[in-house]
Antibody, heavy 121, light 106 residues
Framework: QVQLQESGPGLVKPLEMLSLTCSVS??????????WSWIRQHPGKGLEWIGY???????SYNAPFKRRVMISVDTSKNQFSLKLSSVTAADTAVYFC?????????????WGQGLLVTVSS | EIVLTQSPPTLSVSPGERATLSCRAS??????LAWYQQKAGQAPRLLMY???TRATGIPARFSGSGSGTEFTLTISSLQSEDFALYYC????????FGGGTKVEIK
């Protein structure tokens, strides 16, 4: 079964770029036309979808993030990444990467463990 | 944007009792709704999709119903491991999540 693992800095300064990577193991990111997503959760709050990418590189972003988010994929490294620019304290959250249950499903059965990113000087 | 409103925010239930959680969509999402369970420090776990289909390995005490704008997740007899946070998610029009319901021990 595919496994996901987030990595990246746990502390980012305000107005800088948040950069995270999701490494895919026990499977290939190119196997099937799955959506690979980033979802975040503010401490003690609900879940917020950020965006997703297909292995082809096609992306879709949640409207509130469109101006400052980029999701990319590196099939040679079997991973996909999130970049969020001009971060503020409001971007402090646990960031999850996730894969949908089956191509086109729209819901997620495979999640990374999550990575807490704190925005602070 | 489709807004999902979950109620109640907190549900206090005794072990062995039934729990009924609600999720209301701001517009029709047909049956394109999933439910997740989340425990502290863990990623969400898929419980239900298509509003009423249990995901692999989910016990039969979990059931889902509804379509359009009104949905319900029922846990027929709460076990100790069921006390957790529950989220609904729509995938009819982009993706969005509800605010969650915490099921706590009464």
């Amino acid at each position: 079964q595919v496994q996901l693992q987030e990595s990246g800095p746990g502390l980012v300064k305000p107005l800088e770029m948040l950069s995270l990577t999701c490494s895919v193991s026990r499977g290939f990111i190119t196997s099937g036309n799955y959506v690979w997503s980033w979802i975040r959760q503010h401490p003690g709050k609900g879940l917020e979808w950020i965006g997703y990418i297909y292995h082809s590189g096609t992306t879709s972003y949640n409207a509130p993030f469109k101006r400052r988010v980029m999701i990319s994929v590196d099939t040679s490294k079997n991973q996909f990444s999130l970049k969020l620019s001009s971060v503020t304290a409001a971007d402090t959250a646990v960031y999850f990467c996730a894969r949908e249950s089956s191509p086109g499903a729209g819901y997620f059965d495979t999640w990374g463990q999550g990575l807490l990113v704190t925005v602070s000087s | 944007e489709i807004v999902l409103t979950q109620s109640p925010p907190t549900l206090s239930v005794s072990p062995g009792e039934r729990a009924t959680l609600s999720c209301r969509a701001s517009q029709s999402i047909d049956s394109n709704l999933a439910w997740y369970q989340q425990k502290a420090g863990q990623a969400p776990r898929l419980l239900m999709y298509g509003a009423s289909t249990r995901a692999t390995g989910i016990p039969a005490r979990f059931s889902g119903s509804g379509s359009g704008t009104e949905f319900t997740l029922t846990i027929s007899s709460l076990q100790s491991e069921d006390f957790a946070l529950y989220y609904c998610q729509q995938y009819n029009n982009w993706l969005s999540f509800g605010g969650g319901t915490k099921v706590e021990i009464k």
